[in-house]
């Protein structure tokens, strides 16, 4: 390779190049929402605290798969058995056992979302978080930002080649500079958070379902384009 051969990243008066940032941003209604379902159980051995967070946990799974196509994911998360010491006298005692057990739920049913919410936080000793809203990871609204991201790029090059009293010529580089999702302003997943828990005082038997109401995502896309412009005649 000759010296004349070496790329020159800024571009040469015979062929100027001219780098451009492209953004969009989308808002739309989500996908998915979550919850973070937590079981506990205590007792005086352990045996009995087990025995009891197994129950728990069965009962709470088996309302959940109730709900069938509603459900998109349900998976296990930390499970937990710990004594609690007495805090006075000699030696270690256990004066009782604490258990939990986290669910992780994902629905894309919202309607069904609410009473299940209400079902679960009527559960002994069972604490409901949430609901997280999210788009799915390969939703079409994130490629339809990223179309959009590369035009807006297109038409700026646009723009200054105009303003130059010329045209665009190819292009030499288009790179992605982040996509994210979540509330205005703020990337990640967009929230409501709600806590609701059951510790052993009953709920009516015809408790109303928590009405939730979705939160609208925005999907922001930026990328950045190098293109060859003609030669511009400068005056």
Do not use: C
Not at 29 to 46: E, F
Not at 179 to 192: C, D, L, N, Q
Not at 194 to 209: C, F, I, K, N
């Amino acid at each position: 390779m000759t010296e004349n051969d070496t790329p020159r990243p800024y571009g040469t008066p015979r062929t100027p190049r001219v780098t451009v940032r492209g953004e969009a941003r989308i808002e739309a209604d989500p996908d998915i929402a979550r919850i973070l379902v937590t079981v506990s159980a205590r007792g005086t051995d352990r045996r009995t605290a087990l025995d009891d967070l197994t129950r728990r946990n069965t009962q709470a799974l088996e309302l959940i798969k109730s709900y069938g196509e509603a459900i998109d994911t349900l998976e296990t998360g930390t499970l937990s058995i710990s004594p609690e010491l007495t805090r006075h006298g000699r030696g270690e005692r256990v004066r009782a056992y604490h258990g939990s057990v986290q669910l992780n739920v994902a629905l894309t049913d919202f309607t069904a979302l609410g009473e299940l919410t209400t079902r679960l936080a009527d559960q002994e000793l069972t604490r409901v978080e949430g609901p997280w809203w999210a788009l799915r990871p390969d939703s079409p609204v994130h490629a339809a930002a990223r179309r959009q991201a590369v035009r807006e790029a297109v038409q700026r090059a646009r723009e200054y080649a105009e303003a130059l009293d010329t045209e665009l010529g190819a292009l030499l580089e288009l790179a992605d500079t982040g996509t994210s999702a979540g509330r205005p302003g703020r990337a990640g997943f967009a929230s409501r958070s709600v806590a609701y828990s059951s510790a052993g005082t009953e709920l009516a038997a015809d408790a109303e379902p928590v009405d939730l109401e979705p939160v609208r995502q925005t999907v922001h896309a930026q990328v950045e384009a190098s293109f060859t412009i003609d030669p511009p005649t400068l005056r």
